[in-house]
Nanobody
Framework: QVHVVESGGGLVQAGGSLRLSCVVS????????MGWFRQAPGKEREFVAV????????YYADSVKGRFTISRDNAKNTVYLQMSSMKPEDTAVYCC?????????????????WGQGTQVTVSS
């Protein structure tokens, strides 16, 4: 069974930075595309960013483009989300997910394994 565990959430002031990490169990990590999603209270889950299995391609939601960076370390089974110039509207539970597709996918139904999420709160 594949386990996905996020960490790194917390409270940050507007304009600040935070880095999330996500560790995925199992030797197949290097074959997964990895995505980050977020869900704010009362809102639907929103795609944030994705990185392909090789790390060669990334794709971002318009709302975070230029401020967030997704990366991965296949030797450590870990994907990261570096968040900068943060805004109060970035406040949400951030979830990491793994896709067997391996390529750029943005819909939640294209992802096979999900973590429980980590809370990120941006104060104004």
């Amino acid at each position: 069974q594949v386990h996905v565990v996020e960490s790194g959430g917390g409270l940050v002031q507007a304009g600040g930075s935070l880095r999330l990490s996500c560790v995925v169990s199992g030797p197949a990590f290097r074959t997964y595309a990895m995505g980050w999603f977020r869900q704010a209270p009362g809102k639907e889950r929103e795609f944030v960013a994705v990185i392909t299995w090789s790390g060669d391609n990334t794709y971002y939601a318009d709302s975070v483009k230029g401020r967030f960076t997704i990366s991965r370390d296949n030797a450590k089974n870990t994907v990261y989300l570096q968040m900068s110039s943060m805004k109060p509207e970035d406040t949400a539970v951030y979830c990491c997910a793994a896709s067997l597709h391996g390529s750029v996918v943005v819909a939640p139904y294209d992802y096979d394994y999900w973590g429980q999420g980590t809370q990120v709160t941006v104060s104004s």
